[in-house]
């Protein structure tokens, strides 16, 4: 049973780029939730997908934006990056984000830099 | 009100001792107490989680204690091993069911000699 899968591993970028990472779901889970975590704290919300729709949202502007497909799987969209983008980018599944079902499984990330 | 308070920033113990990280929050609406633990270069994993209908929680060497009127709640691992020196994050969850997100505490980076 495949865990979460996140693509690319690393990512170098440029600033004022745009890039995109992806994330497949545990297997029979149907939501995905992203983080940001930078270097020496905490991971903080970024937004949360299921049934194709954008359900939560953290304090993060705009230029982040996300999608989910059919098959649960989901897109980090960020543009315009700026040096303080620069950080581990996390993507967890849960089953059931509807019935209020909290468990989150994480993904290895994928570790963006900007420069 | 969002924040989950994490302390203490860093621990060392000795191998076979007990490691305590403690957690506070001010939310009311919390309904989902999760504890992970992370080691470089990979995701949190999920420990351990309580319910604020509960006091205490135990999984093997690990054990949530859950104190609802002082809004703390806090992670003890039994006989630390070397193998548990990691960075571990408590979390919390608001109640709803319209999607969730959830609030992680900075992290308690453990180092367990051996």
């Known amino acids: 049973d495949a865990g979460v899968t996140q693509s690319p591993t690393h990512l170098i970028k440029t600033r004022g780029q745009q890039v995109t990472l992806r994330c497949s779901p545990k297997s029979g889970h149907d939501t995905v939730s992203w983080y940001q975590q930078a270097l020496g704290q905490g991971p903080q919300f970024i937004f949360q997908y299921y049934e194709e729709e954008e359900r939560q949202r953290g304090n993060f502007p705009d230029r982040f934006s996300g999608h989910q497909f059919p098959n649960y799987s989901s897109e980090l969209n960020v543009n315009a990056l700026l040096l303080g983008d620069s950080a581990l980018y996390l993507c967890?599944?849960?089953?059931?984000?509807?019935?209020?079902?909290?468990?989150?499984?994480f993904g290895p990330g994928t570790r963006l830099t900007v420069t | 009100q969002q924040q989950v308070k994490q302390s203490p920033q860093s621990l060392i113990v000795q191998k076979g001792g007990i490691s305590i990280i403690n957690c506070a929050y001010e939310?009311?609406?919390?309904?989902?107490f999760p504890w992970y633990q992370q080691f470089p270069g990979k995701g949190p994993a999920l420990l351990i989680a309580i319910r604020p209908d509960v006091s205490e929680k135990k999984e093997g060497r690990f054990t949530i204690s859950f104190n609802k009127s002082a809004k703390q709640f806090s992670l003890h691992i039994m006989d630390s091993q070397p193998g548990d020196s990691a960075t571990y994050f408590c979390?919390?969850?608001?109640?709803?069911?319209?999607?969730?997100?959830?609030?992680f505490g900075a992290g308690t980076r453990l180092f367990v000699k051996a």
């Open positions: 939310n009311t609406a919390f309904d989902y």
């Open positions: 967890a599944s849960s089953l059931n984000a509807r019935q209020a079902i909290y468990e989150q499984y």
């Open positions: 979390a919390a969850t608001p109640r709803n069911t319209g999607g969730f997100k959830t609030i």
